[in-house]
């Protein structure tokens, strides 16, 4: 079964760090585009930025280029955001996504989601 | 970047009726436009790509039209499990982005 499984819920202070991960399973991890979506409390999707795991070719929303990095170690079939000093605007459920026949278009398979809380 | 425009923002449908959802692009996005589905505490699931071709496992009575900046997605006879909010996404410039979302609920 293709699945992507991601890390458990963060809480954190502003100004702290943090990475999250996406670990892909039952399908060639380095064919297909990793994507992520921020989704903050009540609100809808957000497109966040993606990564190819053959090159780490990585596209970002201009908002957000030097406020996260996303990362991918193929090795170990994991992707990751992370931030270097949160705030609290970083509250959000962050889901990653797989490219839907390996491009970068639109995602077919989604992980259960990471809820990420910044709070002081 | 591109704007999409859901509307409305809620339709309360009851079981059995039609639902026509519409999403609007601020400038052309060819036929590049997706649609999800997402249900309260669950990841979205992509429904529809490519404006109206069905991934597997979709539901004929799911269809998606439009192009250019405008696209609907039209829901035949809406099923108990429909009810959930419905996004669309554009795939034609970066940044790839969503519309707010469209709750379909019971009415």
């Known amino acids: 079964e293709v699945q992507l499984a991601q890390s458990g819920a963060e809480v954190k202070k502003p100004g702290e760090s943090l990475k999250i991960s996406c670990k892909g399973s039952?399908?060639?991890?380095?064919?297909?585009?990793i994507g992520w979506v921020r989704q903050m409390p009540g609100k809808g999707l957000e497109w966040m930025g993606i990564?190819?795991?053959?090159?780490?070719?990585?596209r970002y929303r201009p908002s957000l280029q030097g406020q996260v990095t996303i990362s991918v170690d193929k090795s170990n079939n994991t992707a990751y955001v992370q931030w270097t000093s949160l705030k609290a605007s970083d509250t959000a459920i962050y889901y990653c996504?797989?490219?839907?026949?390996?491009?970068?278009?639109?995602?077919?398979?989604w992980g259960q989601g990471t809820v990420v809380t910044v709070s002081a | 970047e591109i704007v999409m425009t859901q509307s409305p923002a809620t339709l309360s449908v009851s079981p059995g009726e039609k639902a026509t959802l519409s999403c609007r692009a601020s400038?052309?996005?060819?036929?590049?436009l997706a649609w999800y589905q997402q249900k309260p505490g669950q990841a979205p699931r992509l429904l529809i790509y490519?404006?109206?071709t069905r991934v597997t496992g979709t539901p004929a009575r799911f269809t998606g039209s439009g192009s250019g900046t405008e696209f609907s997605l039209t829901i035949s006879s809406l099923q108990s499990e429909d009810f959930a909010v419905y996004y669309c996404?554009?795939?034609?410039?970066?940044?790839?982005?969503f519309g707010q979302g469209t709750k379909v609920e019971i009415k």
């Open positions: 996504a797989r490219g839907y026949g390996g491009n970068r278009d639109v995602f077919d398979v």
């Open positions: 039952g399908y060639r991890f380095s064919n297909y585009w």
């Open positions: 990564i190819h795991p053959s090159d780490s070719d990585t």
């Open positions: 400038q052309s996005v060819s036929r590049d």
């Open positions: 490519a404006s109206s």
């Open positions: 996404q554009q795939y034609n410039n970066w940044p790839r982005t």
